[in-house]
Structures are given as C-alpha cells and as structure tokens.
C-alpha cells in the first residue's frame, strides 16, 4: 500500500527560507514532484524530478526552489528547499508520485505554506 508523508510547511516572512519534504514508501516511483494551490486558483506544477536527476521547474520559481530526492531499501524522500520566499508562493503545496511500473499516481495530503510579514 503506497503512503505519503509531508512535512515542512508553515509561516514564513517574505525572504525566508522553508523545506519540505515527502516521504513515499510502498512502491518504486520514477515521477515524483510538489505542486500548489492558492485559494480560487488551480493546482500547478512547482517542481518535478524524473529517475534521479532530471528536473523541471515552473517559471515563477526557477532560482528560487530547488527539488532533490533520495531513495533507501523502504522508501523515496522528495524534498523542495525553498529559498527567497514571496507571499505570492502561499498556497497548499502537495506532494505527487507516479510510480515506475504501471500509471498509477498517489497525492499527499497538502501542507500549508504562507509567506507574511
């Protein structure tokens, strides 16, 4: 059975720094990556990391964001290390994973960021 646990999120000054991470365990994934959702606008892509390395970045944080993960025997951790933070990054950020064999894709539960001073 897939499960997915996110942490990280939280109340952050404009200019700070946050890190979320998600924890995926119950399958192998070749897809993982975090979106958001702001209220009264519709979940995007904030980063994708494809096998190991390959990374995709949506615009308004390329330079700013940096997505990585890491992989153990039990589970694959994705983290987004979020730096230079503005308040138009608050949203429910979610955490996705595809796995390698077969589509089937899971979502985490969302985890709140808000950036206010």
């Known amino acids: 059975q897939v499960q997915l646990v996110e942490s990280g999120g939280g109340l952050v000054q404009p200019g700070g720094s946050l890190r979320l991470s998600c924890a995926a365990s119950?399958?192998?994934?070749?897809?993982m990556a975090w979106y958001r959702q702001a209220p009264g606008k519709q979940r995007e892509l904030v980063a994708r990391?494809?096998?190991?390395?390959?990374?995709?970045?949506a615009n308004a944080v390329k330079g700013r964001f940096t997505i990585s993960r890491a992989r153990d025997n039990a589970k694959s951790t994705v983290d987004l290390q979020m730096n230079s933070l503005k308040p138009e990054d608050t949203a429910v950020y979610y955490c996705?994973?595809?796995?390698?064999?077969?589509?089937?894709?899971?979502w985490g539960q969302g985890t709140q960021v808000t950036v206010s001073s």
């Open positions: 990391i494809t096998g190991d390395t390959i990374t995709t970045y």
């Open positions: 996705y994973v595809k796995q390698l064999f077969g589509t089937q894709e899971y």
């Open positions: 119950g399958s192998i994934f070749n897809t």
